[in-house]
């Protein structure tokens, strides 16, 4: 699993802005899942938690699938699958104290990058 705090979205956006290191490791995943065709990437959308649950659950999908659309642009032929968990992982505190936390939410608008074998049918 890969998390990059650079590929993060802004506040309600579903746009995907990934910083050096991030498409630094995007060229990377490209190179080995050619290399490797019995492999998949997964990409899972994620938010803060402002908003009610089932609009983060959205807005996390619409995350992974404009990620999946960068990789299928830098030329990526393998399976991709989107997912999302919403508001339900933060990686960092939204709120401390019951005082908003910018960055803990800034840093919980991500997605993550799993690559795993492809299930057998």
């Given at each position: 699993d890969?998390?990059?705090s650079d590929a993060n979205f802004s506040f309600g956006s579903d746009e995907f802005k990934?910083?050096?290191q991030?498409?630094?490791y995007a060229d990377s995943v490209k190179t080995f899942l050619d290399?490797?065709?019995?492999m998949m990437l997964t990409i899972t959308g994620h938010?803060?938690?402002i908003g009610q649950e089932q609009m983060n659950?959205?807005?996390g999908l619409r995350r992974a699938k404009n990620a999946s659309a960068y990789?299928?642009?830098l030329g990526v032929k393998a399976n991709i699958a989107a997912d999302t968990k919403g508001e339900e992982m933060p990686i960092a505190p939204n709120s401390i104290g019951g005082k908003?936390?910018?960055?803990?939410?800034?840093k919980n608008r991500r997605v993550n990058f799993k690559i795993s074998e492809k299930p057998v049918n």
């Open positions: 890969n998390t990059f990934p910083g050096e991030c498409v630094l290399a490797n065709p019995t938010t803060d938690s659950l959205n807005l990789f299928r642009e908003d936390n910018p960055e803990g939410r800034q």
